[in-house]
């Protein structure tokens, strides 16, 4: 017997009113701040998420479907969607356009990680990414948008965690005194962060092992060691974060898995630490574009995976909008009422009244049985009597009322 293939999951009927319900709002929050959505291909050239992603990073080492194609190009499934959004940006002349260019995409993700609650290796993203504006104030806006996206689904127990790493330049006096700190220490980390160490320096600061995590603590701080421009940049974000009254907190072991960020990281996480805790994160990303080859162009982005924030939904007992459609249930007896059946499933759904029968001739119990099972509103009986006086029974589920109708009066009825 095949299965779904692991790490991936079928969206069966049941979990599709979450995914509406958290799609409509993630549009809607789009629009609200004025951002439009873009599609992009479901895979790139490898190239474009070595550069982006950063080859020191778990993602392009470890965690990437890639493979060559039959004309010996390598492509990779999209393990992430800033870059891709950022290939199309530059590709499509969007410098050209007023900046800054605000773009919001719905996409599925493919990253080859470990399996386990919340941890996929297909899943889906709500993104963001407003291109072409410096200021702290986009920055801000982008934070408040991602928190209005959870409160508008009702999601509440969550916290918000922000950073500064800052630019190219004072990173790298920053990376120096952590080197030095980390020296005289290097023995207590884990084998990990002894590699991690020369080659992804920052996330030693974010490793979750018992030795490492003191450490971390005590490590110098990347807001103490910003130029003037970081400082007044990230100055300017947390008075305006006070403004929008969002509750956050300035987390120093903030660094982010991908390499493209500067100055302003955030993540969004359950105040509950599950084993997935991360729900949303994002940041800005100044260098990025530059490195794709398009002019220096700044930009600020978010995600936040949609299976996490399903699973965050289920775990706070929010239920979905249930679909308001009334259903209705044809049930008929012998050839003649057959044929009347299909005439007013046919009138029904021309009029946008969703009715269903069955067409395998079963007892009136069987069918009644099924309308059930539809979670049928109404039902309509037709059998030789209905036939011969050209009526129709029209019963209401929730009352059990009964009354004989004409075409007319069931239309009337149900609009
Ligand atoms: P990321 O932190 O790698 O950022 O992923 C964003 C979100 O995707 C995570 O917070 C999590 O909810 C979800 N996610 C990540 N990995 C998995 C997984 N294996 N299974 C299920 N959900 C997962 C980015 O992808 C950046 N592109 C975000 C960004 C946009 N930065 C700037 N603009």
């Known amino acids: 017997m095949y299965q779904a293939p692991r790490g991936t999951l079928d969206r069966l009927p049941e979990d599709q009113a979450y995914w509406n319900y958290v799609e409509k709002t993630a549009a809607d929050v789009a629009a609200l701040y004025g951002y439009s959505r873009l599609d992009t291909p479901v895979f790139e050239d490898s190239g474009l998420f070595i550069r982006s992603v950063g080859e020191g990073t778990d993602i392009v080492e470890k965690e990437m479907y890639t493979f060559n194609d039959l004309g010996g190009n390598s492509v990779t499934l999209r393990p992430e969607g800033t870059a891709p959004v950022c290939r199309a940006y530059v590709e499509h002349g969007m410098q050209n356009l007023t900046q800054p260019?605000?773009?919001?995409?719905?996409?599925?993700?493919?990253?080859?990680?470990?399996?386990?609650?919340?941890?996929?290796?297909?899943?889906?993203?709500?993104?963001?990414e407003a291109i072409g504006e410096s200021s702290a104030l986009l920055d801000a806006e982008v934070i408040d948008m991602s928190c209005r996206f959870y409160r508008e689904l009702g999601l509440k127990d969550l916290k918000l965690l922000v950073n500064s790493i800052g630019c190219q330049d004072c990173r790298k006096e920053y990376l120096k005194a952590l080197r030095e700190y980390y020296k005289v220490h290097v023995d207590e980390l884990c084998d990990d962060c002894k590699k991690r160490l020369e080659k992804n320096t920052l996330r030693v600061l974010d490793c979750k092992k018992p030795g490492c995590k003191p450490l971390a603590d005590n490590a110098p701080k990347s807001t103490d060691h910003l130029c003037d421009d970081c400082k007044a940049h990230f100055e300017q974000l947390t008075a305006r974060l006070d403004q929008l009254g969002l509750d956050y907190k300035i987390d120093?072991?903030?660094v982010r898995g991908l390499d493209y960020y500067t100055r302003t990281v955030y993540e969004v996480q359950p105040l509950i630490e599950g084993g997935q805790s991360t729900i949303g994160g994002g940041g800005r990303y100044d260098g990025l574009i530059e490195e794709l080859g398009g002019k220096p162009t700044q930009a600020v982005g978010f995600a936040t995976g949609l299976e996490r924030v399903i699973l965050n939904l289920k775990r706070a007992g929010i239920n979905?909008?249930?679909?308001?459609r009334k259903k209705v249930f044809v049930i008929w007896f012998g050839d003649e009422a057959l044929r009347k059946a299909g005439h007013i499933m046919d009138v029904l759904h021309e009029n946008g009244i969703s009715a269903i029968t069955s067409y395998s001739g079963r007892s009136m119990k069987a069918q009644m049985r099924q309308a059930n099972s539809n979670g049928a509103n109404y039902v309509i009986i037709i059998g030789d009597t209905e036939v011969a006086e050209n009526k129709y029974t029209f019963k209401d589920m929730e009352n059990s009322s009964q009354e004989t109708v004409t075409e007319e009066e069931l239309l009337e009825k149900l609009r």
């Open 252 to 254: 120093h072991r903030l």
């Open 101 to 128: 260019v605000k773009l919001y995409y719905l996409m599925s993700i493919y990253r080859y990680e470990r399996p386990q609650a919340g941890r996929l290796r297909e899943f889906h993203q709500f993104g963001f």
């Open 320 to 324: 979905p909008p249930e679909d308001t």
